[in-house]
């Protein structure tokens, strides 16, 4: 119905409109996604059949984005860190590759927190990320870029990693959808940092976008042959689904309790499903919840099967440079000399302390097998979990450093290998956007796609900012 070169052209107006409000682009090749349109007008004039062609091409045409932490040839490859800022990609992460292979043309990369670990995407080489409901609060991190552009409608689907909730957070406090698969399906290579040692487990690349639908032939795309795994061409009957509900952690005393607004919603979700499918949701109260960080935190810094340490954040902040000292570097930030962030910082001073008390950080890693066996037993082959996404709307800017451990409700299903939908529901009181995540069985991502696909036909999905 339109010309590729006229939807690369919108779209790559609509980023210089949105990018001076939001920063979320922090680099573009929009003339080389220009030339690539071109092509694809090309090829569809002069190529085969139609079948043929959205066969070996699903995204023929279609503008992505991708995160700054991944390899996107002649693209910056920094994830911020000022002594990479001259880093250029030479080649592509895999995902990134499986995309280009399919059609897909990338217009840019987008920005994310300091070496991806922390959930403000603000660093000292791009700058801070802008919410497009409301410039003063976050974006989320590390994936926010992703979250913020594909918000403010400048592009169709964003590439995202998620170790603690890089996909989840922004996905949410930007009101649109996201993907965490199950882990070891999607390639991880080819973005920095990448994870090593026992990590491998926990970081998960997956697809952002703004409608549900895009989700699942996205996934697939990524997958490449580890799509297999997952059931996607099973047929999903939602009346047979086992729905069950948890609306908070338990009261962890790391954690903000639930809002009021996200509790509602999740509510309402309970109330439509019930209605609408004639089912029952079951109310949990999962006791080691309550523990989410720090079996988190204790997980991600316990030795692989080999007895292969986890890697140091503060070795990551040197990047093969020189050591990095937190203690010497708050100091300088304190004068206004550092080139780190605020939260790279306090993460490099924390970092020592969860080995101080090794038989507890042993007690916790036994704990959370624990709740991995009981989570796959509660939701089983046909089951899915409603939690909440995060316990408070997006926050302002900084204020996260007061909560930094709110990020545990997303961050416990990456220890436990479990595929999680970040599904959004409309919008507070405040215009600032609503969600939910959607938990399944390990390689049951099929569940969680098509509840999503569902929810958004019942609640609206994504509201474009401005809108209200």
């Known amino acids: 119905q339109v010309a590729c070169i006229e939807v690369v052209e919108a779209y790559v107006e609509r980023i210089k409109e949105v990018n001076p409000l939001i920063n979320a682009v922090v680099k573009d090749r929009f003339e080389e996604a220009l030339r690539e349109a071109r092509q694809v007008d090309k090829l569809l004039l002069e190529g085969p059949g139609d079948d043929c062609l959205e066969e070996k091409f699903p995204l023929l045409g279609v503008p992505i984005t991708v995160k700054e932490a991944f390899s996107l040839y002649g693209m910056p490859n920094t994830s911020g860190l000022v002594n990479r800022r001259n880093v250029i990609a030479t080649s592509d992460a895999t995902v990134v590759s499986r995309l280009k292979q399919a059609g897909a043309i990338p217009l840019g990369v987008t920005n994310c927190s300091e070496l991806c670990m922390w959930y403000e995407s603000s660093n000292r080489v791009y700058g801070r990320t802008n919410n497009p409901y409301d410039l003063q609060r976050i974006v989320g991190g590390s994936s926010g870029g992703e979250g913020s552009v594909l918000a403010a409608a400048g592009s169709v689907i964003g590439v995202g990693s998620d170790i603690g909730g890089s996909i989840r957070m922004p996905a949410f406090f930007n009101g649109v959808f996201g993907h965490k698969p199950t882990t070891g399906v999607v390639p991880n290579d080819g973005q920095f940092p990448n994870a090593h040692g026992v990590r491998t487990s926990y970081l998960c690349t997956g697809p952002m976008c703004r409608y549900a639908e895009d989700l699942e032939p996205v996934l697939r795309v990524m997958a490449g042959p580890g799509v297999s795994k997952l059931k996607l061409n099973e047929k999903v009957s939602l009346e047979k689904i086992k729905f069950h509900c948890m609306d908070h952690d338990g009261g962890s005393i790391f954690v903000s309790p639930v809002d009021k607004e996200i509790l509602q919603a999740q509510k309402k979700v309970v109330e439509h499903l019930e209605s609408d499918l004639g089912i029952q949701v079951q109310r949990v109260a999962i006791h080691k919840m309550k523990y989410s960080f720090q079996i988190w935190s204790a997980m991600m810094s316990s030795k692989d099967s080999k007895g292969q340490e986890a890697e140091r954040f503060t070795d990551l902040l040197g990047d093969h440079g020189k050591p990095v000292w937190p203690l010497w570097e708050l100091m300088k930030w304190l004068m206004g000399m550092s080139s780190h962030t605020l939260p790279a910082i306090a993460l490099g001073l924390t970092e020592k302390l969860v080995n101080l008390n090794l038989s507890g950080k042993a007690k916790l890693v036994s704990m959370g097998k624990s709740l991995q066996e009981e989570m796959e037993a509660l939701l089983g082959p ?62 049951n991502d099929h ?22």
């Open 447 to 468: 569940l969680t796609l098509a509840v999503a696909r569902y929810l958004e036909k019942a609640f609206g999905g994504w509201v474009l900012p401005g809108k209200v």
């Open 382 to 443: 046909d089951g899915v979990l409603l939690y909440p996404s995060h316990p408070t709307i997006a926050p302002k800017h900084h204020s996260p450093i007061c909560m930094p451990f709110n990020f545990a409700y997303t961050a416990i299903f990456n220890v436990l290998g479990l595929p999680v939908t970040q599904c959004p529901l409309g919008l507070s009181s405040e215009g600032l956007p609503l969600g939910i995540q959607l938990v399944a069985a390990a390689y």
